[in-house]
């Protein structure tokens, strides 16, 4: 579907909206976002891309924007559409260069945007393709060439030198030649296999994970090596003995063909986001050659909710002393269950709270209303209405703006939100 439909679409679903009873008053960003969301999930990609498009034209100032411009870009890359996935993963770099959720950005999408900086066209051109291959391929031919030449050149040179070294020092070259022979020959009969077992799931935040890892002795001889992990400090990764977590191992003596099984032991620190990914790395020095490396890497990933917080009137422009709604909704986008969340929102002073029909609330200690939330599910959200009213005294045009904290209690993780701006008129 080319960008022409897409905005055809969104008008004419923008359009439609406004002129159905009673519908305008109920889409909002939130909703718009998990259908977005969910239709990503199905893999419906053309509909999330719509969905994202409808959210960032009828809602351009939605806090929803970051993770809405990287849901863009992956629903584009899976569409095929890699023009539209390097400008979406663009906007997202300039727009919140300090956000955290950087670390989640595949490395396709990091190298389509890289690519389209640089000027260059994304859509594939086959006779092109053909054309530069054939010019490449003639290069790499010619370079192949050269080298072939002067490694001719090198060879008969070293040899010459090396007769001539024969001549004047014949004997010692001959017990050097054996001394490196029988170094190059025992380094050689060295062989370690490291098998590590990637994880089959994301690991989740806050939580401990464990690889499973093997080292076999492949070699004729018993052998000696020490054994370093190699990860992100917060991980405390270490290599442990199977059934013993605490026990650390950093040196390991192999019988030929004898098999130690571990595992690489780490905790996925809480202040992780959500699909962080991490390198952990298990190096094998042997110990009669430093020299003789053996290595074995795999990558990591975070499970962790990603909360996000809308709040707003029921209607942006409001009249001093108008009794309305006010919502606070309150989703997540992450893989994985938020639990035991405290939400505090501060109204704006030029709110007055009534009340709420059906939730439970707490009045803070610096006059905020605290909400709890036992559990939101990945892809689900939680609403909070309340009943308010605008002071009598309010003056016209000015801005109504409160904000919302969300605790993660069990993972002792804080985010604030911004709410939306209303903004006062006369009667």
């Given amino acids: 579907m080319t960008k022409t439909m897409h905005r055809i679409i969104l008008a004419a679903s923008i359009v439609f909206f406004a002129f159905v009873p009673g ?34 034209q009828v809602f351009p100032d939605s806090p929803l924007r970051d993770v809405t ?38 490395e396709s999408l990091k190298a389509l945007a890289s690519r389209r ?5 994304l859509a594939a051109d086959k006779t092109l393709q053909n054309a530069a291959l ?10 192949r060439a050269a080298e072939l030449k002067r490694e001719m050149e090198r060879a008969a040179k070293a040899k010459a030198e090396q007769e001539r070294l024969a001549r004047i020092k014949l004997e010692e070259e001959n017990r050097e030649k054996e001394r490196v022979l029988a170094e190059k020959i025992a380094k050689e009969s060295i062989n370690v296999a490291i098998t590590l077992h990637e994880g089959a799931e994301p690991f989740p935040v806050g939580g401990n994970g464990s690889l499973p890892v093997e080292f076999s002795n492949r070699g004729k001889n018993g052998e ?84 996000r917080a809308v709040a707003k009137l ?12 006010y919502r606070l909704t309150v989703l997540n986008a992450g893989s994985m269950t938020a639990r035991n969340l ?46 308010v009213k605008v002071r009598e005294g309010s003056s016209v045009g000015q801005e109504l703006r409160g904000h919302v904290e969300v605790v993660n209690n069990s993972l002792q993780r804080k985010d604030i939100f911004t709410a939306s701006a209303d903004v006062v008129q006369a009667q």
């Fill in 134 to 143: 054939k010019v490449s391929s003639d290069r790499l031919a010619r370079e």
């Fill in 314 to 325: 029921a209607k942006q422009k409001v009249a001093p002393g108008e009794k309305l709604h």
């Fill in 117 to 121: 900086q640089k000027g260059e066209v």
């Fill in 23 to 56: 519908y305008s008053a109920e889409i909002d960003d939130s909703t718009v976002f998990i259908d977005a969301f969910n239709a990503f999930q199905q893999r419906d990609y053309l509909l999330a891309i719509e969905k994202c498009d409808q959210l960032n």
């Fill in 224 to 307: 000696e090596f020490l054994l370093t992990v190699t990860a992100v400090k917060e991980y405390d990764a270490v290599l442990a003995g199977v059934g013993k977590p605490d026990e650390r191992v950093t040196r390991l003596q192999l019988a030929a063909g004898e098999t130690f099984k571990g595992a690489v032991v780490f905790r996925m620190p809480a202040e992780m986001v959500d699909s962080h990914r991490s390198v952990i790395m298990i190096k094998a020095v042997s110990v009669k050659f430093n020299d003789v490396v053996f290595q074995k890497e795999t990558v990591v990933v975070s499970s962790a909710p990603l909360i």
């Fill in 342 to 387: 405290t939400v505090r929102l501060r109204l704006p002073p030029q709110i007055v709270f009534l009340g709420t029909p059906d939730v439970r609330f707490k009045q803070g200690p610096n006059g905020t209303l605290d909400f709890n939330i036992d559990q939101i599910e990945m892809g689900k959200l939680e609403e909070i209405n309340l009943d």
């Fill in 69 to 106: 411009l990287l849901l863009a870009a992956r629903a584009s890359l899976k569409s095929g559409d890699n023009e539209r996935a390097a400008k979406s993963i663009a906007l997202f770099s300039t727009e919140f260069p300090e956000s955290s959720l950087k670390t989640s950005v595949e």
